[in-house]
């Protein structure tokens, strides 16, 4: 009996581990590349254990520590390293049939070639006029960019918006469903942001995609004072 109990509390140990390990990775996929110690706050856990749950996802190939983006701060000692997901860690959450959407759609550009492409992701861009319409209606204290925040989250890319000083708002998905196969058929980016850029009515500008090894995808929305501004746009980094 002692044996089998003392299997018993090693096997809820390992499954308590693998929860926990899930939780650190869904946080770097909702609030992006994280340090370990930003990563205890919102868990609410040591930064011990943080570290040694990160040290086994490292291991997995499921994130990768890369160094921080420089900054003008300097403090004292070594800024610490964030942690991101890999594209094997990506493809634990909500990623599936790639395989099979990149096979479907290289069957549709060798049958209707690039307009038959675009025609498509124009049409699956669809999902942000129609959310965009709708939530707008449901939800008018909600900004445009808060609009279109929520429209992405329930399409499954984990979506939020930063207020960017004088320069405006920009949208943050944390995730993409569709990254494999927009990695190699970009003309999907390329509808959303024409989609962006429509319900809006002004120009965006896409700085980043997940789908091109960016740790986010980021679309700059200028305010209506700095719509003409492409020099300020240029210079908004994540």
Known sequence: MKIDEGAARADAGRAEDRNTRQRVARSILVDGP???????????????????????????????????RPSGHKGRGRPAKVFALTERGRGGFDQQYDDLAAQALRFLADSAGEDGLRAFAQRRADFIR???ARLSAEQP?????QVLAQVFTEAGYVAKVRELAVVGEQLCQQHCPVSHVAHEFPQLCEAETAAISEVLGTHVQRLA????????????IPSTSNTGSNTERKQVTI
């Open 34 to 68: 994280s340090t370990a110690a930003a990563l205890a706050e919102r868990l609410d856990l040591t930064p011990a254990a943080v570290r040694r749950h990160l040290d086994q996802l490292v291991e997995d190939g499921a994130v990768e520590a890369r160094e921080p």
């Open 130 to 132: 129609e959310g965009f």
């Open 141 to 145: 204290g909600l900004s445009p960019a």
């Open 209 to 220: 995609t997940i789908a091109h090894g960016d740790g986010v995808c980021t679309t700059c």
